[in-house]
């Protein structure tokens, strides 16, 4: 089974706009492209990776598209429509489900003012199209409002297939522990919901975290999800913040070492390979 790493961006500050990316976010606050990735990738043994959207807009989409086209190892793109404009989405996700890397979609919901965003009813159509294409969705769930909506999500769009971002960044940093233990469970119940066992460095203390500061936030994922619903991502650049991709590599591999081959190999790969339809 390949090796994926199903959570990470690349962005161009002189080409693209990015409006949560201000000089306050300090060393990530830059142009970051495949040709710095790629030897990190190399280190740790990934072979693939999933692109995901870094900015609610066309252009951004049409960016990593392009990314995909000229680098192998971007094996799916998850990029962003218009969901609330559901006759917009429509004609863009009939444009880019031409493109054989288009695997997802997202939307930078805790960017937005309405934590309630998402499960308006123009979204939640726009839902149903991803849904009829057999696209899934990532969410951004930051605040327990955002992971509260994952089971109305599942359930107003059953056909729909889901994936938790970062495991909705947990309170590593302050041993913290509900609602989100609660919260995560109850989004696990439903069948159709994934996550990604990814940007939980950034949720820590960023210099002194160790697999030991993660592991009870992704044993209780293992025990909730199992590994057949739970991938590996590195969240780089945003990883940098709190380390680099060879402690997240590193770290993660200490987190899974308890696993057995095949169900270590599913978090690394093989899930990813299934969400995202990527050929391995």
């Not at 300090?26 to 900015?55: C, D």
Request: aromatic share 8%; net charge negative; no cysteine.
């Amino acid at each position: 089974m390949a090796v994926i790493d199903a959570h990470q961006h690349f962005w161009n500050l002189e080409t693209g706009s990015y409006p949560w990316l201000t000089p306050a976010a300090g060393p990530i606050h830059r142009t970051f492209e495949p040709e710095e990735l790629l030897p990190q990738l190399a280190a740790a043994g990934v072979e693939r990776t999933v692109l995901v959207q870094a900015a609610d807009s066309y252009a951004d989409t049409d960016a990593m598209l392009a990314q995909a086209d000229a680098h192998d190892f971007i094996a799916a793109v998850v990029g962003w429509v218009p969901l609330n404009r559901p006759d917009e989405a429509a004609e863009a996700l009939e444009r880019y489900r031409r493109h054989p890397r288009f695997a997802g979609v997202r939307h930078l919901i805790h960017d937005d003012p309405d934590p309630d965003w998402v499960i308006q009813d123009s979204v939640i159509e726009g839902l149903g199209l991803l849904a009829e294409a057999g696209l899934p969705f990532d969410v951004v769930a930051v605040l327990p409002r955002h992971l509260e909506h994952v089971p109305v999500l599942a359930e107003r769009v059953p056909g729909l297939r889901l994936v938790i971002d970062h495991l909705a960044k947990p309170p590593i940093k302050d041993k913290g522990w509900e609602p989100w233990a609660s919260l995560i469970a109850r989004a696990a119940e439903h069948p159709n919901v994934h996550a990604k066992v990814s940007g939980l460095n950034t949720a820590a203390d960023p210099v002194t975290w160790t697999a030991d500061d993660l592991r009870p936030y992704v044993d209780h994922a293992l025990e909730v999800f199992g590994p057949d619903r739970l991938m590996f991502g590195s969240d780089w650049p945003v990883a940098i913040l709190a380390g680099d991709y060879a402690k997240v590599w590193k770290e993660t591999g200490a987190l899974l070492a308890g696993l057995t081959e095949a169900d270590r190999a599913a978090v690394l790969g093989g899930t990813a390979a299934r969400f995202y339809g990527i050929e391995v």
